[in-house]
């Protein structure tokens, strides 16, 4: 019997998508998958994109990745740009 799965929202545990708010998806990188709440974030701030903590990254526990939205696509989703301390 196949278990349906909600997408993981990065930085909740264990709680899937909640209705109302926004989500760009991250692609690529150690937090692939993952939804990244951007509610309420202005256009500049997602054009920024996020560096995010991943702790299976390059740099082990504490290090970030950075994930951001392609020029074209300032909406999202957020892809990884790579890994920094």
Known sequence: M???TQPRV???EPAGPTAGHEYAELLGGPLD??????TGWTAADR???ALLIADFGLYGLG???D???DDDAA?????W????A
């Open 10 to 12: 990065y930085g909740w």
């Open 47 to 49: 054009a920024g994109g």
């Open 33 to 38: 998958g993952q939804l990244l709440d951007v």
């Open 63 to 65: 290090g970030r990745a």
């Open 2 to 4: 196949e278990r349906e």
């Open 81 to 84: 740009r790579g890994d920094t």
């Open 75 to 79: 909406g999202g989703p957020f892809r």
């Open 67 to 69: 994930h951001a939205p």
